[in-house]
């Protein structure tokens, strides 16, 4: 059926919590996601700070979340959706690869992505090497050398994760300090096979049909640049997340400087019948627990708006 009430753009803890309420309500919602869903949690190797679970695997609690979610809504994997449409009676045209459908409502949860450096080599050993995420590739370099490019949480996360495997982590951290919770990066510093570069700058990938080597410049504290060509099988890049509403700049969304959605405090973005949840919103923290309750909230508010949609109709 190609008419839904409620289309969730995003299977992420936002969309999942928000297909959970708005499914509850007996409402006919469909949640589209570009892989098989779980987003960006699942790529965490460990959440500690989600209530109810002293430490879970974020695939874990992906799915979870999911076999949750699945009773009240119908997840489409692997269906990204590419454009949407409103109608003149205000209905939204949700186009995918495949399909189109209408929808009465919709709410984006479509999150945050990873950032590209552009440098050399980068694109030319993607998957042969290069990757932007340590929980889903770390285990091919179990004994080997790594590079974790980045300063950020994910770089402080990937480079505990890929400690426990490979032989050792290189950090090229392009500022002094990182950032992140400080009982993470108190854990990077007790380790003993990483091994940190600050005021460090990835220039080039190199290799011949896999990765061989990481081509770094550091910024000695004496203004004097060293040039490193490091020994690497792997180069692990977390240099930061924009958010994922490119897509939706075509029907005039209102987004903030950072390309986030701008919502009120009822998830309502500045155009009638569309919601926005989780990290993709201007929100100022972006954490698991806080993508769930706005996808709570989105899920209740796109109920009341369809009630009052079918009413006018
Ligand atoms: C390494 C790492 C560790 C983390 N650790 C923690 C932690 O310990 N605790 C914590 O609270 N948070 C943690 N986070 C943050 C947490 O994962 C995010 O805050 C949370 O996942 C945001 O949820 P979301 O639903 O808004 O977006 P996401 O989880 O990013 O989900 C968005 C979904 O939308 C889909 N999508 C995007 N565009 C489209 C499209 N056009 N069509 C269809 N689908 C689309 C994506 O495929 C994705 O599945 C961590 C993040 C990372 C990267």
Redesign the pocket.
Known sequence: MNEIDVAI????????TAGIYAGRSKLNVKI????V??????????????PGFESIS?MELAERMLNQCKKYAEIEEI????RIEIERNNLKKIK?ENNEYTAKAVII?????HKKLNIKGEKEFLGRGVSY???CDGMFFKGKNVLVVGKG??AV??ALYLSDLASVVYIANNGDVFTGEQIDIDALNSKKNIKIFYNAYLREIKGEKLVKKALINVNEKDNMERELDLDVDGVFI?AG?IA?TE?FKVIGLNLNEKENIIVDSLQRTNIDGIFA?????NSIV??????VG??AIAGLEAYKYVKKFEKVK
């Open positions: 753009i995003g299977a992420g803890p936002a969309g999942l589209f996601d570009t892989g869903g779980g987003g960006m949690m699942a790529t965490a190797h460990a959440i500690e700070n989600y974020g269906e990204t959706v590419e995918t949860a479509t999150g945050l992505t995420c340590a929980t949480r994910t996360s990937d977390a997340e994922n897509i949840a989780g990290d993709v919103t972006k954490q698991i627990s806080v993508a706005s996808g």
